[in-house]
């Protein structure tokens, strides 16, 4: 069997060369990591669940029209995706205050902000991922003007369809990252959303016991991450008992 090529391995992620031309394949790996990777661990069955949950996201949002780079998923830890040009901001939507912004603003975490709002990072561990604002992402070129309001429109889109989704089944979405690419197809270029939406990209908080069900429980070192995310999948209706990785570690505290 030909041996893939390597094009990109980040924090939780690897990417290989995909079958066809402007194809990739993305390897959820069970590695995670907090604070630009200054914490570390291994979890095992994480990278099973971030692509199952992800898998599940990404299709429903493809159906309401918004544009993604996945294709589908190919097995327990793989998807097929469309080769794109990833724009260097991480757009950042919250709609409660938690993490960065209660510390930069003094809100109690758990205070739901006047309207959701929307933020942008500029992706460079080695800097830890510094906020900036439009005007820094125009003028280094980051991004144009119509990248930018085609990447707010959609990031609004995305909070209105996962705010009422995740509240169908009780969970409220406190905040969420997220990242575009440039799709390039003939003479055409469009912005489309690509990475991954799961927990380790969102805050995903029970409504009634405000348990936390994502990776606030391996940064804060409350245990249970694996058993965290099970749920959420479950709850989604996206995992079967017998589909459940089942750790050997700490156990989510309901």
């Not at 757009?91 to 933020?119: D, M, Q």
């Not at 930018?148 to 429109?153: E, L």
């Not at 959420?232 to 209706?237: D, E, F, H, Y």
Request: charged share 30%; glycine share 8%.
């Amino acid at each position: 069997m030909k041996q893939r090529r390597r094009i990109y391995e980040g924090k939780a992620k690897i990417l290989y060369e995909g079958p066809e031309p402007g194809t990739l394949v993305q390897f959820f790996k069970d590695d995670a990591t907090a604070f630009n990777a200054k914490k570390h661990d291994v979890i095992e069955g994480k990278g099973v669940l971030n692509n199952r949950i992800s898998e599940h996201i990404f299709t429903r949002l493809g159906a309401l029209g918004i544009p993604t780079h996945f294709i589908k998923r190919l097995n327990m830890r793989e998807q097929l995706i469309r080769e794109v040009e990833i724009v260097p901001i991480e757009v950042v939507v919250r709609n409660v205050a938690a993490g960065t912004i209660s510390k930069r603003l003094g809100l109690e975490e758990g205070t739901p902000l006047p309207r959701s709002i929307i933020e942008f990072y500029y992706k460079n561990d080695e800097l830890d991922d510094p906020m900036v604002s439009e005007e820094h992402i125009t003028a280094f070129g980051w991004a144009n003007p119509q990248e930018i309001d085609d990447m707010m429109a959609m990031a609004i889109r995305i909070n209105d369809f996962l705010s009422g989704m995740f509240v169908g089944i009780g969970i409220q979405l406190v905040d969420f990252k997220i990242e575009f690419g440039r799709l390039f197809e003939n003479d055409t270029m469009r912005i489309v959303l690509a990475d991954e939406i799961s927990p380790d990209s969102c805050r995903l908080w029970d409504i009634n016991s405000q348990e936390k069900l994502d990776k606030d429980r391996f940064r804060r070192d409350l245990g249970g991450l694996v058993e965290a995310y099970t749920e959420v999948a479950r709850r989604l209706g996206i995992l079967n008992e017998n589909d459940a990785p089942r750790p050997s570690g700490p156990k989510l505290v309901k």
